[in-house]
């Protein structure tokens, strides 16, 4: 059997559009807190490497669901492929609200940590705390959203996300200005406009697939999602720690205007070519599962190259949308001028790495698919943690400013790519 490029995009043009919609709430609060002033905006910057924090503990459960259950598909085990959704429900619960709890017990201390000044801190804190209070359906969509990648369906998570942002966007407004809960409304309307997606997901999977309610468990099957699960973990909150310890050592000193940049650059500009990448991961990494399932290799292999040559000329074009149109695009989250210039810079820098990042998130999706997560975390977490001194030392030792940080990122970034493409050449994952 072979595969078309028609049926490429068929299948992870949802997935990348869903992870836009799914990024597009950090969009969205970023966009919508601005009339709340600079710190309001540095604060939701800087909360978002906490929330990526949390979501690598929720990705224990997801990527480990993704690998085992798209194999079970492949294989036509239609009990384990219950036994494993079920688990894997339960565990992004439980999961969740111990998250979730934390977050609202220590919100200042984790704010502080940032390295923000105290009215940054406060913003940030009073945020966690009702995103604690509202956003445990967040913790779950990443597994809902893995079951239904497995089994193939990503039009389903597309419709789920639409539904998620669409309400996300009408009720920011209200939440934040019209009922008057400032920075905090933008969470409460995120959890809100979740759990109707979440709900109407439950209801789908039920009628879709062999999973009941009735199978909802935690007994040991847990232990072999997280087995996989776990380095995908590990490697996700190495990356969120690495931006919390650049941001209090490096990028909270270089002042306010830089950490709002770091914010529209990351959650904004990246929350939506960053996701286009990412729909070809996961589509391929449900190709792989699957195909090993069945013993088609040959079919992945097929898959694979096809997706290079597809996201070679995305990862291109994405590249001269972050140089050429930077400011334009920058302008749209910011009425700040030196804002304006910081985010201007971050972009126009980081165009040079964008096919770099697409590289690198193709070979993730083969080793998720492929359950050989420890090859991405032993290349990821070092290079990431090795940002933190080469930032420092040329942006702050030797004063080279922000531009410094953001070439750091663009070389660690190369390197990354280059070694989890050597995993995924060595053919390791094929066994």
């Not at 979730?100 to 705390?129: T, W």
């Not at 359906?137 to 998570?157: C, D, E, H, K, S």
Request: hydrophobic share 55%; glycine share 8%; charged share 10%.
């Amino acid at each position: 059997m072979t595969i078309t490029s028609k049926q490429l995009i068929a299948l992870t043009l949802p997935i990348a559009l869903s992870a836009m919609l799914d990024n597009a709430y950090r969009v969205i609060d970023q966009h919508a807190v601005q009339w709340l002033g600079v710190e309001a905006q540095a604060a939701i910057a800087s909360c978002t490497f906490i929330l990526i924090a949390y979501y690598a503990a929720y990705s224990i459960v997801s990527a480990g669901t993704l690998a085992l259950l798209a194999r079970a598909i492949g294989a036509d085990k239609p009990a384990e492929q219950k036994q494993l959704v079920g688990n894997a429900l339960m565990m992004a619960l439980l999961l969740g609200g111990l998250v979730l709890s934390f977050s609202a017990a220590y919100s200042p201390a984790l704010s502080k940590l940032l390295g923000l000044s105290d009215q940054v801190a406060g913003q940030a804190a009073e945020y966690l705390r009702w995103h604690a209070l509202y956003c445990l359906p967040q913790a779950i969509m990443p597994t809902l959203n893995a079951v239904f990648i497995a089994y193939g369906q990503t039009r389903t998570v597309l419709l789920l996300q639409i539904v998620a942002t669409v309400l996300n966007i009408v009720l920011n407004p209200v939440c934040i200005y019209q009922l008057g809960y400032g920075i905090g409304g933008s969470a409460m309307a995120t959890g809100l406009s979740q759990a109707v997606a979440m709900l109407i997901g439950l209801l789908t999977l039920r009628k879709r697939t062999p999973f009941r309610l009735k199978d909802l468990a935690f007994n040991k099957t847990v232990l072999g999602i997280a087995k996989i699960g776990l380095p995908m973990c590990w490697g996700t909150l190495m990356f969120a720690l690495v931006y919390a310890a650049m941001l209090h050592w490096v990028i909270s000193p270089l002042g306010a205007a830089v950490n709002a940049a770091l914010g529209i650059g990351f959650s904004a500009l990246e929350g939506f070519t960053w996701p286009v990448f990412w729909g070809f991961s996961m589509g391929i990494a449900s190709i792989v599962g699957r195909s090993l399932g069945a013993g088609q290799i040959d079919h992945a292999k097929q898959a694979i190259k096809l997706g290079f040559k597809m996201l070679t000329l995305v990862g291109l074009l994405v590249s001269a949308t972050f140089y050429f149109a930077a400011e334009p695009l920058c302008g749209f989250f910011t009425n700040d001028p030196q804002v304006l210039e910081e985010a201007v810079r971050y972009a126009q820098i980081l165009a040079f790495s964008q096919l770099l990042m697409a590289y690198e998130t193709l070979a993730e999706g083969v080793l998720s698919g492929a359950g050989k997560t420890k090859s991405i975390f032993y290349w990821s977490a070092p290079l990431n943690i090795l940002r933190i001194p080469f930032s420092w030392l040329f942006a702050v030792h030797f004063g080279y400013g922000a531009a410094a940080v953001w070439w750091v990122v663009n070389v660690s970034t190369l390197l990354k790519a280059a070694g989890k493409w050597w995993s995924v050449r060595s053919g390791k994952w094929q066994r």
